[in-house]
């Protein structure tokens, strides 16, 4: 009888704060709801990217996964700053690349996680660049189409619970599938 009680109380428990539990699903949404809100367009779509492949990069070079969550922060001022200076802003996203795989190499970081990070900010953000270059609709078709790509990198690194935070990977996933999927299909319409 007690054994039963237990279960049912830590079920309950369990559902009671079920958003609390989901917090980083429910502000990936929230995110995307955002971005939607202020218009998807294909240069937004490939700074979500490439700010999302930075911070993970950011995380592998310093060996500290909350740095991920920094990254946003991070990646964010990165671009402003670089449009502010007058330079296009994935020129900025790419020094800061570079500074964080020095960092990583002086540091001494894993070297395959490091690896792995820099060739998947080289991939992602090199179609999110591709994007910016191709007539809109299509580069936009692009753009999203990348950014859904990187939810899986996101649901590998979730799954793996490895180099960011498991909250990070579930955010990043919840903000990547409905902003890539609404991307293409403002692309198409």
């Known amino acids: 009888m007690t054994m039963m009680r237990s279960v049912t109380v ?14 980083p699903s429910v ?3 929230v995110a995307a709801g955002l971005q939607f ?4 367009e294909r240069e937004s779509v490939a700074i979500t990217l490439c700010v999302a492949a930075l911070c993970y990069l950011g995380a592998a070079a310093w060996g500290r996964p909350w740095i991920a969550w920094a990254g946003i ?5 990165v671009v402003v700053v ?5 330079l296009v802003w994935w020129g900025g996203v790419g020094g800061a690349a570079g500074a964080l795989v020095v960092v990583g190499v002086v540091t001494g970081a894993s070297r395959p996680v490091l690896t792995a990070q820099t060739v998947a900010l080289l991939g992602y953000g090199s179609l999110a660049v591709t994007a910016l270059f191709l007539a809109p609709r299509l580069g936009l078709a692009l753009a999203g189409l990348a950014l859904m790509a990187h939810a899986a990198w996101d649901l590998r690194h979730y799954l793996r619970d490895e180099v960011v935070p498991r909250s ?5 996933v919840l903000l990547d599938v409905p902003l890539g999927i609404g991307a293409v299909v403002v692309a198409v319409a």
């Open 37 to 40: 809100a202020a218009g998807v």
């Open 27 to 29: 502000l990936g949404l």
């Open 82 to 86: 670089s449009e502010v200076a007058g």
């Open 73 to 77: 922060a991070g990646g964010s001022v």
């Open 10 to 23: 830590d079920a309950g428990a369990r559902e009671g704060r079920g958003v609390l539990y989901r917090w």
């Open 168 to 172: 990070l990977a579930e955010f990043c």
